[in-house]
């Protein structure tokens, strides 16, 4: 059985970093996009960066651009720098075994993790 595990997250101050990794447990197959999305309480779930296997191509919710960066080796990582109040959210490891294109779109991802809370302090 295939699984995303997350881990990485916690409680920082507005400015601080945090580095959430995403590891594959159990494949017997490669993963080709994999992604990070977020759900804030109250709120959708909502994408936070991709990358692709072939090339690493990445993508970004504009939200996080130049704060956070996506990357892989056989762990998929967040970086995610200068953390904001808003960023305050469960953060989803997602993986497609089909599609490698960076995708925004939720729906091409064909496993989820569990989730990893971060919450950032004001």
């Known amino acids: 059985q295939t699984q995303l595990v997350e881990s990485g997250g916690g409680l920082v101050q507005a400015g601080d970093s945090l580095r959430l990794s995403c590891a594959v447990v159990?494949?017997?197959?490669?993963?080709?996009?994999m992604a990070w999305f977020r759900q804030a309480p109250g709120k959708e779930r909502e994408f936070v960066a991709s990358?692709?296997?072939?090339?690493s191509n990445t993508r970004y919710a504009d939200s996080v651009k130049g704060r956070f960066t996506i990357s892989r080796e056989n762990t998929v990582y967040l970086q995610m720098n200068s953390l904001k109040p808003e960023d305050t959210a469960v953060y989803y490891c997602?993986?497609?075994?089909?599609?490698?294109?960076?995708?925004?779109?939720?729906?091409?991802?064909?496993?989820w993790g569990q989730g990893t809370q971060v919450t950032v302090a004001s």
């Open positions: 990358i692709t296997y072939k090339n």
């Open positions: 997602a993986a497609s075994r089909e599609i490698d294109v960076a995708t925004n779109d939720e729906d091409f991802y064909d496993y």
């Open positions: 159990g494949r017997t197959f490669n993963m080709y996009s």
